[in-house]
């Protein structure tokens, strides 16, 4: 069974850009959870798909967006970034929508110069 | 929303030692508590959970207790590894509802061989 796979590994970016992150769940998992993880920090909620629909949102300002495709895969897009988004973002994914079921991918790595 | 505390921060042991961490939660209605364990460049990887209804829950060396009345968890290894060293975060969520995983902030546990 295929893991959570996430794309690309690494991105680089100007300050003002915008970044896409892509996740692709585990074969019948429908939700999908984002997190950010700051060099040496820990891992901060930002969004949760399932089903489709956006279920909470972490306390992240309106740049940070995504959504969740028809097949369950999602993609986060973070707008006019700052340097202070350099970070790992973590997407996980699991069965049912209340959570305890978690796999995550390896991350992305996002930096901004 | 729930806010889980981890301690210790960093933690360095020898190997063949004991090592324990642990949380404390703030939601009474939180039920089911993950540890996850984050090796360099990869997500985190679920290790072991507890739910509410369970006092102890063990698997080989590494077992989780949970004190409901003083909301708080740990995580004990013993017969520590060097390659037990990671990041291990804890975790807390109620299962009821909609709800997502809200994580510690971790603790970087060296053992020294």
């Known amino acids: 069974e295929a893991g959570v796979t996430q794309s690309p590994t690494h991105l680089i970016k100007t300050r003002g850009q915008q970044a896409t992150l892509r996740c692709s769940p585990i074969s019948g998992h429908t939700s999908v959870y984002w997190y950010q993880q700051a060099l040496g920090l820990g891992l901060q909620f930002l969004l949760w798909y399932d089903e489709g629909e956006e279920r909470n949102r972490g306390n992240f300002p309106p740049r940070f967006s995504g959504r969740q495709f028809p097949n369950y895969s999602s993609e986060l897009n973070v707008n006019a970034l700052e340097l202070e988004d350099s970070a790992l973002y973590l997407c996980?994914?699991?069965?049912?929508?209340?959570?305890?079921?978690?796999?995550f991918g390896s991350g992305t790595r996002l930096t901004v110069v | 929303g729930e806010n889980v505390e981890q301690h210790p921060s960093t933690l360095s042991v020898q190997e063949g030692d004991s090592a324990v961490i642990k949380c404390t939660y703030s939601?009474?209605?939180?039920?089911?508590f993950p540890w996850y364990k984050q090796e360099l460049g990869k997500g985190p990887q679920l290790i072991i959970d507890?739910?509410?209804?369970?006092g102890e829950k063990k698997d080989q060396r590494i077992a989780v207790t949970l004190n409901k009345t003083a909301k708080h968890f740990s995580l004990h290894i013993t017969e520590t590894q060097p390659e037990d060293s990671a990041v291990y975060f804890c975790a807390a969520i109620r299962e009821t509802g909609a709800n997502n995983l809200f994580f510690g902030t971790g603790t970087r546990l060296t053992v020294i061989p």
């Open positions: 939601d009474s209605a939180s039920n089911y």
């Open positions: 996980a994914s699991s069965k049912y929508s209340r959570g305890p079921g978690y796999t």
């Open positions: 507890i739910r509410s209804n369970v």
